[in-house]
Nanobody, 114 residues
Framework: QVQPVESGGGLVQPGGSLRLSCAAS????????MGWYRQAPGNKRELVAA???????TYTDSVKGRFTISRDNAKNTVYLQMNSLKPEDTAVYYC????????WGQGTQVTVSS
């Protein structure tokens, strides 16, 4: 099972923006639904946003209106545009299918702090 590769994280001040990218491969390429997940220290991994191959999207309540998920099927890439970031968005962000496959990537760290 080939793992996805996430990138684009970093340190940003509250109110700032980041754009995450996920290069999917292997079995994930055929998955109808792709998602971005995050895990903060001491917390369980949670689904943040999901997108169907046709373009429909869904978001967890805490990021609605601030995050936008998109996918480029030709490039096998999924994106997460994050605006108006808050300290509580600090976490390691992962992409995977929905429901998720057993193989997770390394994730990308997002830290929101002044």
């Amino acid at each position: 099972q080939v793992q996805p590769v996430e990138s684009g994280g970093g340190l940003v001040q509250p109110g700032g923006s980041l754009r995450l990218s996920c290069a999917a491969s292997g079995s994930m390429l055929s998955m109808k639904v792709m998602g971005w997940y995050r895990q903060a220290p001491g917390n369980k991994r949670e689904l943040v946003a999901a997108i169907v191959r046709g373009g429909s999207t869904t978001y967890t309540d805490s990021v609605k209106g601030r995050f936008t998920i998109s996918r480029d099927n030709a490039k096998n890439t999924v994106y997460l545009q994050m605006n108006s970031l808050k300290p509580e968005d600090t976490a390691v962000y992962y992409c995977n299918g929905f429901p998720p496959l057993d193989s997770w990537g390394q994730g990308t760290q997002v830290t929101v702090s002044s």
